[in-house]
């Protein structure tokens, strides 16, 4: 199901999950965001709606909401 951008997610694997779902997972975002890793504190450049830290933890941000880092979550290692 397709909430548009009124979802509302509990944790960064819901929205990974609903960005994979949707294939945008390996879609280019409008503006790439740099983004601090909540695991080893390294800023990592965030070009697609779900990315990796070199750490392997995993992000995600759904295009509705990809204009805010705030938004991002995290998914967990290797997620």
């Known amino acids: 199901m397709h909430d548009g951008c009124s979802g509302s997610f509990e ?4 929205v990974v999950d609903k960005v994979r779902m949707m294939g945008f997972d390996r879609q280019m ?5 740099t983004i601090d ?5 390294e800023s990592f450049q965030m070009e ?3 990315a ?3 750490c392997g933890m ?3 941000v759904t295009p509705c ?13 290797d997620y």
């Not at 975002?29 to 965001?33: E, G, K, R, T």
């Not at 909401?65 to 290692?77: Q, T, Y």
Request: with cysteine.
């Open 58 to 60: 995993v992000y995600g």
């Open 11 to 14: 944790n960064g694997k819901q």
């Open 29 to 33: 975002m409008p503006l790439p965001m």
């Open 52 to 54: 990796r830290c070199s």
């Open 37 to 41: 890793c909540t695991n080893c504190g």
């Open 65 to 77: 909401h990809a204009f805010d880092p705030a938004n991002v979550m995290a998914a967990g290692i």
């Open 48 to 50: 697609t709606f779900a």
